[in-house]
C-alpha cells in the first residue's frame, strides 16, 4: 500500500515561492503517476498537476501554469511541486495523490488511488 507525506507548507508574503515535498513509501514509486491538488475552505479538490511515470511529462492546470512546475526524484521516492509568484488565492490545503496510469495522466481526484494528509499553504502579508 503506497503512502504518501507532503511537506513544506508554509506561510509566505504574496509574491514568495514555496516548494512542497511529497514523500513515497510502502510501494514501488515510479510505478505511479503523481498530481498535486489543493482544496480551499468552501472549495472543491482542484487539480493542479500531474506528472507521469514514462518519461515525466507533466501537465499543469491554467490557474498556476508558468507559475507552479512538478518534477520527481524516483532514486528519492518525492514528487515536488514548485510554487512561484503566490498569490492570496493560491491560499489552501494542497495534496499529493498517486495512481497507476502509465503515460495517461488526470487532473480528476477520483482517479487517484492514494492520498497524502495535506500541508497547508498560506499566502497573506
Known amino acids: 500500500q503506497l503512502q504518501l507525506v507532503e511537506s513544506g507548507g508554509d506561510l509566505v508574503q504574496p509574491g514568495g515561492s514555496l516548494r512542497l515535498s511529497c514523500s513515497a513509501s510502502g510501494s514501488t514509486f515510479l510505478y505511479y503517476n503523481i498530481g498535486w491538488f489543493r482544496q480551499a475552505p468552501g472549495k472543491e479538490r482542484e487539480g493542479l498537476s500531474c506528472i507521469d511515470v514514462n518519461d515525466g511529462t507533466t501537465y499543469h492546470a491554467d490557474s498556476v501554469k508558468g507559475r507552479f512546475t512538478t518534477s520527481r526524484d524516483n532514486a528519492k521516492n518525492t514528487a515536488y511541486l514548485q510554487m512561484n509568484s503566490l498569490q492570496a488565492e493560491d491560499t489552501a490545503v494542497y495534496y499529493c495523490?498517486?495512481?497507476?496510469?502509465?503515460?495517461?495522466?488526470?487532473?480528476?481526484?477520483?482517479?487517484?488511488?492514494?492520498w497524502g494528509q495535506g500541508t497547508q499553504v498560506t499566502v497573506s502579508s
Open positions: 495523490a498517486a495512481f497507476v496510469g502509465g503515460d495517461y495522466c488526470s487532473g480528476h481526484p477520483w482517479e487517484y488511488e492514494h
